[in-house]
């Protein structure tokens, strides 16, 4: 979806009769009732804001909608959203990496937090920008090979003093 997208449904129903360029080949711009025209714009709206914020919440508030209106657009994939959402996060996250490179080749200057710039790139390409080692932890292999040295010990000490067990037979 473009960045220029309208941030209101358009005043008159003439506008509203050429489909937007961006329309998802399953959603039939004619066939739609007045309504979900301007449906189709106020997701637009909530998209652009989304393409700035990150999240559907804020990008709702900012339109003046509920963040449950979006979420229900989710839910019920209206006029394609979940793709378009889904272009939106990709634009915001190529933002974020954007962002990153500016870092590197500029270090210099008072622009925000590293650390949250990092964290909001593992959330947008978590495929990507995750810790590549695992925490492996031995304590319980640890312990029982430890205790299993400290048996054989035990064992070879009380027989060679003849309180051990009997040897058993083979």
């Given amino acids: 979806a473009p960045d220029n997208a309208p941030d209101t449904a358009p005043v008159s129903t003439q506008n509203m009769d050429t489909a937007p360029s961006n329309l998802p080949p399953t959603v039939h711009w004619h066939h739609l009732q007045p309504r979900q025209k301007e449906a189709w714009y106020r997701q637009e ?18 339109c003046g909608l509920t963040p449950s209106a979006a979420y229900r657009w989710q839910d019920e994939d209206t006029l394609g959203w979940r793709g378009r959402l889904e272009e939106a996060r990709l634009t915001f996250g190529l933002g974020l990496v954007k962002g990153m490179h500016d870092r590197i080749a500029d270090p210099n200057g008072n622009r925000g ?22 925490v492996v ?10 205790l299993r040295k400290r048996s054989r010990i035990r064992k070879q000490e009380r027989r060679a003093s003849g309180d051990g067990e009997p040897t058993p037979v083979e």
């Fill in 45 to 62: 709206a909530v998209l652009k804001a989304y393409r700035e914020t990150g999240t559907v919440s804020h990008a709702a508030e900012a």
């Fill in 113 to 134: 937090s590293d650390i949250l710039l990092m964290f909001a790139l593992k959330a947008a390409f978590p495929e990507t920008f995750r810790d590549a080692s695992a």
């Fill in 137 to 146: 932890d031995s304590t319980a292999r640890d312990l029982l090979s430890e």
